[in-house]
């Protein structure tokens, strides 16, 4: 075990590397962080900043030899880099689960190698694979880029061969996946805890609402029928099992409106669907995430209440700082910001958690800040 007064690393000093520092400052550890980028939202709360690439390996190893134990924040930090981590202190995740989550054509070949469902895709690598894809696939269709995607980014919506063929080389004709565009009823997302000892907790499943590709709203709890909801934390655990994971990890689902569950993706961390945890649930996923790198068994994942969370995109701050206070006086509404030096449209800035004592509660309070931010 990992007890407090132990230094902790992060690979990643965004969003949620911050919450991560916050959660294990919190509980008496010390916290590095390991960005590029000098403002970066974590590195300016930790203990120690040290402002390098991902790739560099005198910073790593500035990290490895600093911490007890090593965490990341986002999957396309390079494996080999965390294999290198692992050869001089606790690294959780594993270099192999983040290596299966950073690309979505080991992703979905490994879900699918577990006997779980995605939506029927093909791996596409030259202009052969589209050709052979087409013929077999239902358009609509979605081809993504295997790697570096996130928020909807590096994904382009097909219907024909030639919208194939344009949007691959679109895409840089880098590795993708083409996939069969889901008519959707739910989206939804387990997160899970899994400990070095195996063991699990599971946080109630959350109903997640994109717009525009980018997470706008998770709802718990989630409205899908009981047995589904336990079929997608069972198909979760099951994921876990077979990595022989340690850490967060985030499954995100698509539930059909032909009543069936697949699985979109996974995420090897803390997730914006687990946001609600922080004010909705005994253990935040951030505490769990120091929990986890620290060899302890999980916290208690039941739920407090019902809640709704808000994402704020930059695009709320286009004519300045938005009203707070509209936000404050709300008693069960609760304000997380991120600390971005730079507000853009499309980028995450904060969220808000709503809580009451009932969903539909939590909406009404809900749509009545949406109203007043105008998002
Ligand atoms: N095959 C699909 N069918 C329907 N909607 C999809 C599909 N793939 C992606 N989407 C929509 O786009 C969102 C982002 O896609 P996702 O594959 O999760 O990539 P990202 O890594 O950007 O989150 C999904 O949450 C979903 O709303
Ligand atoms: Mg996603």
């Known amino acids: 075990m990992i007890l407090p007064n132990a230094t902790l690393g992060v690979l990643g000093g965004g969003q949620l590397g ?69 050869t001089l202190c606790a690294v959780r995740p594993h270099a192999d689960s983040v290596r299966i989550a950073q690309d979505r054509i080991r992703e979905k070949t490994f879900v699918q190698e577990q006997g779980l469902a995605t939506a029927a895709f093909a791996a596409i690598y030259e202009d052969a694979d589209i050709v052979a894809a087409m013929q077999t696939l239902r358009a609509p269709l979605l081809l993504k880029t295997a790697s570096m995607g996130y928020d909807g980014k590096g994904q382009v919506q097909v219907g024909t061969l030639a919208e194939a063929r344009t949007a691959h080389e679109q895409l840089g004709n880098t590795a993708c996946v083409l996939e069969e565009r889901i008519d959707l009823e739910h989206e939804v997302s387990v997160i899970l805890a899994r400990s070095v000892n195996g063991e699990k907790a599971t946080y109630p499943v959350g109903e997640n609402r994109h717009v525009n590709g980018i997470l706008d709203t998770t709802l718990v709890p989630a409205a899908l029928p009981p047995d589904i909801a336990r079929n ?70 039941r739920s407090l209440s019902p809640v709704v969370m808000t994402n704020l995109l930059g695009d709320i701050w286009q004519q300045g700082e938005p009203a707070w206070q509209v936000v404050l006086n709300e008693a069960n509404a609760h304000l997380h910001l991120y600390g971005k030096n730079e507000a853009r449209p499309g980028r995450k800035m904060g969220h808000i958690n709503c809580i009451a004592d009932d969903l539909e509660q939590a909406l009404a309070t809900t749509a009545a800040i949406r109203k007043a931010l105008s998002i």
Not at 21 to 47: E, N, W
Not at 269 to 287: I, L, M
């Open 232 to 301: 997608a934390v069972d198909m979760a655990i099951q994921l876990a099992d077979s990595m022989n994971y340690c850490g967060v990890l985030a499954v995100e689902f698509f539930y059909t409106r032909q009543g069936e569950l697949l699985i979109n993706e996974i995420a090897t961390r803390p997730h914006n669907s687990g946001h609600y945890t922080v004010d909705a649930c005994a253990t935040s996923q951030f505490e769990q995430q120091v929990r986890m790198m620290c060899g302890l068994p999980p916290g208690d994942t």
């Open 18 to 86: 911050r919450m991560f520092t916050l959660a294990a400052i919190s509980m008496g550890y010390r916290v590095v962080v390991l960005d590029p980028d000098p403002h970066s939202p974590a590195g300016t709360i930790a203990d120690q900043h040290i402002k390098a690439d991902y790739h560099d390996h005198a910073a790593l190893q500035l990290l490895g030899d600093a911490c007890a134990a090593v965490t990341t924040e986002f999957e396309n930090v390079p494996a080999e880099s965390m294999e290198f981590l692992e």
